[in-house]
């Protein structure tokens, strides 16, 4: 989880290791997958990104990790969708729908299947994603 960056923006470094020591016990996820933090206060710090850059496109992590994956000839933009678990309203919501104990809540795997999704055409989501990433460095700077 510490290597995945919170805020707006994403993120994420690797470490390197044998497969052995990550085969079991770990999320595994691929390059191209978005990954989301599910336990507090990692999920309302924003703790998500599309993971890139792995050694052999394969990684593994905490198992405090939603993996979301899209496939080919999808209607859906993972940069949009990775901009939208970011706004208010869905960590709010996620907050809201937490199951757990105090300091071990988590957002569950329905809360995230179940969101809905304003799915504009394509090119707008990749519009709004263009906006949204020249925007972020001049709100960061106020």
């Not at 997958?33 to 309302?44: E, G, M, R, S």
């Not at 990104?49 to 496109?57: A, F, G, R, V």
């Not at 899209?70 to 970011?86: Q, T």
């Amino acid at each position: 989880m510490t290597l995945i960056n919170d805020g707006y923006t994403g993120g994420h470094k690797y470490e390197t290791k044998k497969w052995k020591q990550i085969k079991s016990g770990f999320t595994h996820f691929a390059t191209g997958d978005l990954v989301l933090a599910k336990i507090t206060p990692c999920f309302q710090n924003r703790k998500s990104t599309i993971i890139s850059e792995l050694p052999n496109n394969i990684g593994a992590g905490t198992t405090e990790l939603h993996v979301m994956r899209n496939y080919p000839n999808s209607k859906l933009n993972l940069k949009y969708l990775l901009l939208l678990i970011k706004t208010a309203d869905f960590i709010s919501s996620g907050v809201k729908a937490f199951t757990g104990t105090a300091g071990q809540q988590r957002v569950g795997k329905t809360f995230v299947e179940e969101y809905l999704v304003p799915l504009p055409p394509i090119k707008e989501q990749q519009r709004i994603v263009d906006k949204v990433n020249q925007l972020i460095p001049q709100i960061l700077k106020l």
